[in-house]
């Protein structure tokens, strides 16, 4: 599973940050695969002659290249043109920063609790069999990977290791994190599975009332898949920039 990415100073490159995420989902097997206007990179008169002039004056390869990521914008942008979205979610609010395979989310509990969500674009998927009639057909559900931070302003922060699909969310991991940093190899705590069912349950409990329950779920799949798309289509246009310089 790929790595939750931190937005934070408290980087998951160090050893500990990335061990937890190793510790996700040790017996499943994945597969893979500020508001800002959405940008349209097929619009604009002076580009698309810009392009065309500049694809003359390559070799018939690089010419190619670039008709091929021409079409593939345009296919893209035609099939399921992003939007914006809301970068409000009940009390978060998100920060979305272009170029970059995870958001943050930010809110606040009480008087005292702030809280941070780390959340990755889809990083992984399972298949499940198909709702209905037909027993042999098959679904693919997306994962994202969540990182619960709760903090009350002391030294160390409650933290939770998350798995978001498409209509739920589910706890991997509770820990506390010392933000002086002074454990090397802190201890993460047993597996989730493993507690006890009424103890697992205060803790889904404790979630959800500070709104990191199903709903949230939902609109993070609704938000990455926009974002996704996005992603890509930015990715095209800068691989032909490139092509073209």
């Not at 990415?5 to 190793?22: D, E, I, M």
């Not at 803790?203 to 799949?221: C, P, Q, T, W, Y």
Request: net charge negative; aromatic share 10%.
């Amino acid at each position: 599973m790929a790595g939750l990415v931190q937005a934070s100073r408290r980087s998951l490159l160090s050893p500990f940050r990335t061990l937890k995420l190793h510790l996700l989902h040790p017996n499943q097997q994945f597969s893979w695969q500020p508001n800002r206007p959405i940008p349209n990179f097929l619009t604009q008169t002076q580009t698309t002659t810009h392009l065309s002039t500049a694809a003359l004056q390559k070799s018939p390869f690089e010419s190619n290249i670039l008709r091929i990521l021409r079409n593939e914008i345009q296919y893209q942008s035609d099939y399921a043109p992003p939007h914006q979205s809301a970068m409000e979610f009940n009390a978060f609010v998100v920060e979305d920063r272009p170029g970059e395979q995870w958001i943050t989310l930010r809110g606040k509990f009480g008087e005292n609790e702030t809280i941070k969500i780390e959340a990755t674009m889809f990083d992984g998927s399972v298949v499940v069999p198909k709702s209905g009639d037909d027993s042999t057909a098959e679904d693919v559900r997306l994962h994202i990977s969540l990182l619960v931070d709760i903090s009350k302003g002391e030294e160390c922060d409650l933290e939770f290791v998350c798995s978001s699909w498409p209509d739920h969310i589910e706890i991997q991991k509770v820990y506390i994190f010392r933000r002086d940093g002074s454990l090397k190899w802190p201890y993460m705590g047993p597996n989730f599975w493993d507690l006890d069912k009424k103890l697992q349950s205060a803790l889904l409990d404790f979630l959800k009332a500070r709104g990191v329950n199903n709903d949230l779920s939902v609109f993070l799949h609704e938000f990455m898949t926009n974002k996704d798309r996005t992603e890509l289509i930015r990715w095209l246009a800068k691989t032909m920039s490139f092509v073209l310089e």
